[in-house]
């Protein structure tokens, strides 16, 4: 049987909460817990459990499962390689930094019900030390999602192209901007070495992204790094987006009243000239 929180073996209901373990009270919550029975054994139940779980899956999602796990027995805070980065330069004790816009695989590990897990392409959005704020990818393969969801994806086509030297998707790909989520660099498999500012969005791509926007706000040749701000502010931020628009009818408001004063202008000026003549 699966444990719902915490099964239930004593004559009291023992339960987890946020505070720690309902209806029981360790001798001290700082101790080592080889030093506490009741919790060990609750351990070793949770991880016979698990056990019996992954010999159901197939071998590759157990392989998946135990590069996973390695990873977290490497990385958590009392692991091995806590706060270690993967690719950071020898001589320097500071994480490897990540261009915004590049994109990277990244092992999201196991999520909840709808969250994204398993590696995944993801394109970084921003670098902050040991942490990446990134937004993950996949291959695009026409599954229909509903409008909601729809809205926050980029469908791209690939770019796997003769004239390409190197497609940034040689795939045609999902954006996934409901996914948005920070990581640790340790969870950065490789880097693609490929930067999403060097794919140009086409044109029809454009045109079917502006018809969710409040105003045509990309223009041809804008870059998916672009897309991807514009997006993101259409989602999270909308009052800004309406703003912008606001600022620039006053500009072309005043751009034309410039206009129309520098003719007014000329056209004294040029009549003060006659009158100098007479």
Partial sequence: MIRQSILIREVNPITFNRAGVKGYNPPSKTALTHTDTFIRSQLNETLKETEQLVQTYTIKESIQFVLWNDLMNKHTLNGLNYDTYQGANARSSNPIRYATGRKVFVDYGYGVDRELFQPHPAIVLGDFNELLVVVPTNSDE???????????????????????????????????????????????????????????????????????????????GDNLHKVIMVKLAHLYFPDILFENKRLQDQITELEANVKLLTSQLTAMGQVAASLSLE
Wanted: charged letters at 25%; hydrophobic letters at 30%; a positive charge.
């Fill in 142 to 220: 026409g599954s229909k999602v509903s409008g909601t969801i729809e809205k926050a994806l980029i469908r791209v086509p690939n770019d796997n192209k003769p004239t390409t030297k190197k497609p940034v998707f040689p795939k045609d790909t999902i954006i996934n901007l409901h996914q948005v989520r920070h990581i640790s660099k340790n969870r950065v498999v490789t880097d693609l070495r490929a930067n999403v500012k060097s794919y140009e969005m086409p044109q029809h791509k454009i045109d079917q992204l502006n018809r969710y926007l409040p105003y045509p706000v990309l223009k041809p």
